[in-house]
C-alpha cells in the first residue's frame, strides 16, 4: 500500500513556462512533507520542505502548497529553466512515522530549450 | 563535511555472490537509512537505524537481505546470495532527525546481478 503517490511518472514543460508536479498521501498522521529532486548518477537532493501548519511555502523559484482536506501537495516551478530537468520526489513523514520519510514513486521532468 | 560517502558506486556480480554495499554517514547524524530505487517501485525504505540500533526493517524483502551498523560512522548492506531482481540503485541516507533538516543522500552504489 502506497502512502505517498506520484501519479505522473513524467511531465515536459517548455522553458520559461510553469511545471506543477503532484503529489498525494493517505496517512493523516504525516505532519511535514518534502521535495527531493534527483539528476541522474546522483543522489537525491533537499529542496524545498512544508510543515501542516502551513499551506504554502516559497523559495525562491519554487513553491510548495499543501492541501491538507485533500491530502494533496504539489510543486510549482516557475519559472521552468532546462538545468530543472530531473527526476523530483516527494517524501511525507512525522505522526506515528517518527523520523522515517516515505517517498513517492518520482516525477521526471523535462524542460524543453 | 564530505557528506555521506557510499562505496562502490558500482557493482556488477554474478548471481549467487555475495554482495556488500558500505556507507559512512555524515559526522554527528545520528539516524541511518538504507533505500533502494526501483523503475517499478520508486524509492523504498530498506532498514533505518537511530544511534546505530535497528529501529524498522520492515523493507528488507527477505532474509538474503541484512544490515549492520557497528559503530556511527559505518554501515553495511549485504546481499547473499545475490539474485538478477536485485539489480537497482540501493541509496544510503543520514539524518539529524527532527521534522526540519530531511535526509542528506550518498551517492549511490548501482548494483547489478547477472
Known amino acids: 500500500d502506497q502512502q505517498v503517490k506520484q501519479n505522473s511518472p513524467s511531465l515536459s514543460v517548455q522553458e520559461g513556462r510553469i511545471s506543477i508536479l503532484n503529489c498525494d498521501y493517505t496517512?493523516?498522521?504525516?505532519?511535514?512533507f518534502l521535495w527531493y529532486k534527483k539528476y541522474p548518477a546522483e543522489g537525491p537532493t533537499f529542496l524545498i520542505s512544508?510543515?501542516?501548519?502551513?499551506d504554502k511555502n516559497e523559495d525562491g523559484r519554487f513553491t510548495v502548497f499543501l492541501n491538507k482536506s485533500a491530502k494533496h501537495l504539489s510543486l510549482h516551478i516557475v519559472p521552468s529553466q532546462p538545468g530543472d530537468s530531473a527526476v523530483y520526489f516527494c517524501?511525507?513523514?512525522?505522526?506515528?512515522?517518527?523520523?522515517?520519510?516515505?517517498f513517492g514513486g518520482g516525477t521526471r521532468l523535462m524542460v524543453k530549450p | 563535511d564530505a557528506g555521506v560517502i557510499q562505496s562502490p558506486r558500482h557493482e556488477v556480480t554474478e548471481m549467487g555472490q555475495e554482495v556488500t554495499l558500505r556507507c559512512k554517514p555524515i559526522s554527528g547524524h545520528n539516524s541511518l537509512f538504507w533505500y533502494r530505487q526501483t523503475m517499478m517501485r520508486g524509492l523504498e525504505l530498506l532498514i533505518y537505524?537511530?544511534?546505530?540500533?535497528?529501529?524498522?526493517d520492515s523493507g528488507m524483502p527477505e532474509d538474503r537481505f541484512s544490515a549492520k551498523m557497528p559503530n556511527a560512522s559505518f554501515s553495511t548492506l549485504k546481499i547473499q546470495p545475490s539474485e538478477p531482481r536485485d539489480s537497482a540503485v540501493y541509496f544510503c541516507a543520514s539524518s539529524l532527525g527532527g521534522q526540519a533538516y530531511g535526509y542528506t543522500f550518498g551517492s549511490g552504489t548501482r548494483l547489478t546481478v547477472v
Open positions: 512544508i510543515s501542516s501548519i502551513k
Open positions: 496517512n493523516s498522521m504525516f505532519d511535514y
Open positions: 537505524f537511530n544511534n546505530n540500533v535497528p529501529i524498522d
Open positions: 517524501a511525507a513523514g512525522g505522526g506515528n512515522a517518527g523520523n522515517m520519510l516515505t
